[in-house]
């Protein structure tokens, strides 16, 4: 199992590093969101699978020839209370590692999650007392407030996307219709889902420089693909107007009890995710090609499955 054991740890090296470092600066994810969002996620997915396998396979080497008899080695060890011999420290330690590390990322997620949860619907409450519906436009509120604000609340059963009196006096008919597109989108396509597993990442691993990297790459790659929904209702330039007069304009304090619920800040459009949307829409690119799309997703598909089949091979 040492050899899986290596594959593992210098596949997770290459997904905690380099590979992330790279595709941040790169320039093509603007081109095909999608496609890029598919990449992170299974960099993200393969990284922490990869990472955790590798330390479990090489603590396991003293219990047994493979993965299955390792793991049933370490139990019967457990049951007689003794270490089988050529058991040292360093393999103590790494199961320990695998053991704490898996833990401690699925208690972060699950916690992100549940956490989130309660601040929607303290947020869906409060946006109740404190909006009136738009006439027409079911789901819709509209919040008594100067600045232009546009932003959507998710949630398991209801969700609403939430408007201000700044944005509907500044905006006109089609400017107002792609922004409600925008904020649709998130909701229709799920994007508070992708961007509460990275901030889950981000907070489990806040010494990991690659974590925040990536939470930032793809809080900017779901903006985009909201925009690229909008783009099928109003056209480039329209759009580039209204998210650079709404974009300006929001701040969280503009949003009732923001700070207490920073998961929705993330759909406000700060101001450092404004300019490359804008810039992508004035000066717009093809998108990827249809062979540079297949083989994009079959290198994510690929990091997936890899530390699963390095594993069941052990």
């Known amino acids: 199992m040492l050899a899986a054991a290596l594959i593992l740890g210098s596949v997770a090296f290459a997904l905690a590093w380099p590979v992330p470092v790279a595709l941040a600066g790169s320039r093509w994810p603007s081109r095909s969101p999608g496609v890029a969002l598919a990449l992170w996620h299974s960099i993200a997915l393969a990284g922490g699978v990869s990472m955790i396998g590798s330390l479990l396979c090489y603590g396991l080497i003293p219990f047994g020839p493979n993965l299955p008899a390792g793991v049933a080695g370490l139990g019967t060890a457990l049951a007689v209370g003794s270490l089988p011999t050529g058991t040292t420290f360093a393999h103590v330690l790494a199961l320990c590692g695998a053991l704490l590390l898996g833990t401690h990322l699925v208690l972060n997620l699950s916690s992100t999650f549940l956490r989130a949860e309660r601040q929607r619907l303290r947020h869906h409450h409060l946006i109740d007392l404190l909006s009136d519906p738009l006439p027409d436009r079911p789901g819709m509120r509209v919040i008594d407030y100067a600045a232009p604000v546009a932003y959507c609340l998710p949630g398991a059963t209801r969700s609403a996307t939430v408007l201000s009196n700044g944005l509907l006096r500044l905006l006109d008919a089609d400017q107002l219709r792609g922004v409600i597109e925008h904020e649709q989108a998130h909701l229709r396509q799920q994007h508070y889902l992708m961007l509460l597993a ?24 779901v903006e985009m693909l909201a925009d690229d929904r909008a783009r099928r209702v109003v056209d480039d330039r329209t759009l580039a107007t209204a998210i650079a007069l709404v974009g300006l304009g929001q701040q969280p304090a503009a949003v009732p009890d923001a700070s207490a619920s920073p998961e929705f800040v993330t759909y406000l459009p700060e101001q450092r995710l404004v300019a490359p949307r804008v810039q992508r829409l004035m000066s717009p690119l093809p998108p990827l090609s249809h062979t540079a799309t297949v083989l994009t997703l079959v290198t994510a598909l690929i990091l997936v499955t890899t530390p699963a089949v390095v594993l069941l091979s052990a």
Do not use: G
């Not at 990275?198 to 790659?221: H, M, Q, Y």
């Open 198 to 221: 990275f901030k889950s990442w981000r907070s489990a691993l806040p010494w990991f420089p690659i974590a925040n990297r990536a939470e930032n790459a793809v809080a900017l790659l």
